[in-house]
Structure formats: C-alpha cells, structure tokens
C-alpha cells in the first residue's frame, strides 16, 4: 500500500509516510479492488467502517423523486467516503457511492477505528475538521439545491465562485458536468448560459465568464 498517498488524505494531515504505516500497524485493516462502473455503497446502507479511497475515484449521486440523477460530488485519492455518518445515531449512507475509474479502498472497522482516534490526538483532530468541513458542504449543497430555476442556479454558482469582490470566473467544470451536478439535460445549462448573455447579465466566452451587472446577477438567486 501506498503510504505516501495516504499522508496526503485529510485525516492523516501532518503526518509522515511512516506515521501513517506505524499508526495502521496497531489495527486490523483490509483493501479492496473496486472497478469503474461499480456500485461501492446504496443510500441507506449502514456506516459500520471507516473507508479511504487508495487509487482511483468515486462519485456520490442521488436519484430525486423524478428520477433525476443528481451528482453530488467527485471523490478522488485519498478522500473519505461518508466519514460524517460513522457516528451518530443515523449512520447510513446518504447517497450512492459509484466508482468512476479502477481503484482501492481502506476499510477500518468502527470499533478499531474508535480505538485510533483515542489512542491518536491528532488522528482526532484531522477527523473532527474532515466531519466539520463534510457538514458545511453539504449545507452549501442543500441550499444551492433549493433554487428552482437553472438560471437561478448558475447565477449562484458563478458568484459563489467570483467571490465577494471578483468580476470574472473560469468554470472548472465542462457543460455536461454541470448539468450532472445540476441535475438536468445538458441543453437546458447551455440554453441558459445563453440566456445570461443575452439578457446582459454576464459575457461568456468558453469556460471563461465576465460579470457584467453583479447586483442584477445575484437577484436570480432570490426566489
């Protein structure tokens, strides 16, 4: 196993290589293959186990009562998988857990994982800042979800990305990830793209967009 990699991932920040092997040697753990295209976890199943992903990437989806596949997010080498819902009383997954290329997963079961976060001071404090962070994605996510228009969508997500001040943004995501995080058809993100432009809310040229009339951009976001 690649232990390099691993004091990269967030919950091992401020680690070594070393520390990182030393610290896994004090408990029972497994690595498991998993191939693009397969289905790592189902919404509703329990968290019992603490999972890292080695190699490889997953994604985390969700089907809305229209049936509508909604992506929720891309998880790379070396995130964590659901380390917000290993605790608590309702620890199961909140979305499917789908594997976008070939990889590998750590899994530490609950109770040896429990023992790491004792044992390890900072271990715990890499955990806490991970569930944190992991709680107020999903609140960003909740809200942003909440708008019921694609327009309305966009506008927040291009000025969440200009910032308080910022007058311009390189889109970092393509159309058609877009419209999967949007959660619908590819046409409607570009039909509504153009719409911005034409209405004289922005200038859009490839992924790079120009904020034209900030004040008027940000009242799409009020429904």
């Known amino acids: 196993m690649d232990y390099s990699l691993l004091s990269n991932a967030p919950l091992f920040k401020g680690m070594t290589p070393d520390d990182v092997e030393i610290i896994l040697a004090t408990v029972p753990f497994r690595v498991k293959k998993f191939q693009s295209g397969s289905m790592i976890s189902q919404s509703g199943e329990p968290v019992n186990t603490l999972i890292v992903v080695i190699s490889g990437v997953?994604?985390?989806e969700m089907t809305d009562y229209a049936g509508r596949v909604i992506k929720i997010e891309d998880?790379?080498?070396?995130?964590?998988?659901?380390?917000?819902?290993?605790?608590?009383?309702?620890?199961?997954?909140?979305?499917?857990?789908?594997?976008?290329?070939?990889?590998?997963?750590?899994?530490?079961?609950?109770?040896?994982?429990l023992k790491l976060?004792?044992?390890?001071?900072?271990?715990?404090?890499?955990?806490?800042?991970?569930?944190?962070?992991?709680?107020?994605?999903?609140?960003?996510?909740?809200?942003?979800?909440?708008?019921?228009?694609?327009?309305?969508?966009?506008?927040?997500?291009?000025?969440?990305?200009?910032?308080?001040?910022?007058?311009?943004?390189?889109?970092?995501?393509?159309?058609?990830?877009?419209?999967e995080f949007f959660g619908v058809a590819r046409p409607s993100i570009a039909r509504a793209l153009g719409d911005l432009e034409e209405e004289g809310y922005i200038d859009a040229k490839g992924k790079n967009i120009n904020i034209i009339d900030k004040e008027r951009l940000a009242e799409l976001t009020i429904d």
Not at 75 to 89: D, E, T
Not at 123 to 150: A, G, P, Y
């Open 58 to 60: 997953v994604k985390g």
């Open 117 to 179: 976060l004792m044992k390890y001071n900072l271990l715990l404090v890499n955990f806490l800042d991970m569930i944190s962070n992991r709680s107020q994605f999903l609140s960003e996510k909740i809200k942003f979800l909440n708008f019921k228009t694609i327009k309305g969508k966009l506008a927040n997500y291009i000025l969440q990305k200009a910032g308080k001040d910022g007058m311009s943004v390189t889109l970092e995501m393509t159309q058609n990830d877009l419209a």
């Open 75 to 113: 998880i790379p080498a070396p995130g964590a998988l659901a380390s917000a819902f290993i605790f608590g009383n309702r620890n199961k997954f909140p979305v499917n857990v789908i594997a976008v290329s070939d990889g590998e997963l750590l899994l530490i079961e609950k109770p040896d994982f």
